[in-house]
């Protein structure tokens, strides 16, 4: 089992940037993969990114090249850089941990966009 607390959302302009973090109960390298999805209202959750416990990194393609995912196992702690912040980028980001037969999700945190 893990318990994930993501934090860092809140409201930017447009072309700005936001970090957000996820702490993780245990550590990184038990857990295959951590991830970032996200769920615009109306929509399904759809991949952001994710690290697998060997240091891979995977983007989805809108995505790539704006953000940055990140972790710190000291911490066990994975961050999502953003930059470039668009509007349609507005929704709530939820951390992920994938351990193969479970996985298991944060609370989210609201990531707000304005034009």
């Known amino acids: 089992q893990v318990q994930l607390v993501e934090s860092g959302g809140g409201l930017v302009q447009a072309g700005g940037s936001l970090r957000l973090s996820c702490v993780a109960s245990?550590?990184?390298?038990?857990?295959?993969?951590m991830g970032w999805y996200r769920q615009a209202p109306g929509k399904q959750r759809e991949l952001v990114a994710y690290?697998?416990?060997?240091?891979?990194?995977n983007y989805a393609e809108s995505m790539e090249g704006r953000f940055t995912i990140s972790r710190d196992s000291a911490k066990n702690t994975v961050y999502l850089q953003m930059n470039n912040l668009k509007p349609e980028d507005t929704a709530v980001y939820y951390c992920?941990?994938?351990?193969?037969?479970?996985?298991?999700w944060g609370q989210g945190t609201q990531v707000t966009v304005s034009s």
């Open positions: 245990r550590s990184l390298f038990s857990i295959n993969a």
């Open positions: 992920n941990a994938d351990l193969g037969f479970y996985r298991y």
């Open positions: 690290i697998t416990s060997g240091g891979s990194t």
